[in-house]
Nanobody, 123 residues
Framework: EVQLVDSGGGLVQAGGSLRLSCTASGFIFDDYNIGWFRQAPGKEREGVSA????????YYANSAKGRFTISSDNAKNTVYLQMDNLIPEDTAVYYC????????????????WGQGTQVTVSA
């Protein structure tokens, strides 16, 4: 079956860094986009970054540009989100997700979701 496992969240002070990982199984990894979405308490889930695995084309929300970097290791079926210069507004549960189409940050196109990993950034 299709499965996404996300990990790498934690506690960090403002200005610090974290690297999130998303490992996929059960489908042809190269055919998918893998995205990162986040949901803070009381807010809707929003797109942060995504990557077209086949060619590595990245997508970034404005909030992520210049601070976050998405990459893939196709041999490991894993996508990483390197998050630098974290700010308290980044605090949320982060979810990785898979889409069979090149959907960018369009949440409705993502069919498969990880369990989420908590990122907390203190001031």
């Amino acid at each position: 079956e299709v499965q996404l496992v996300d990990s790498g969240g934690g506690l960090v002070q403002a200005g610090g860094s974290l690297r999130l990982s998303c490992t996929a199984s059960g489908f042809i990894f190269d055919d998918y986009n893998i995205g990162w979405f986040r949901q803070a308490p009381g807010k809707e889930r929003e797109g942060v970054s995504a990557i077209a695995v086949k060619d590595g084309h990245p997508y970034y929300a404005n909030s992520a540009k210049g601070r976050f970097t998405i990459s893939s290791d196709n041999a490991k079926n894993t996508v990483y989100l390197q998050m630098d210069n974290l700010i308290p507004e980044d605090t949320a549960v982060y979810y990785c997700a898979g889409s069979i189409v090149d959907a960018g940050l369009r949440k409705s196109a993502y069919t498969y979701w990880g369990q989420g990993t908590q990122v907390t950034v203190s001031a």
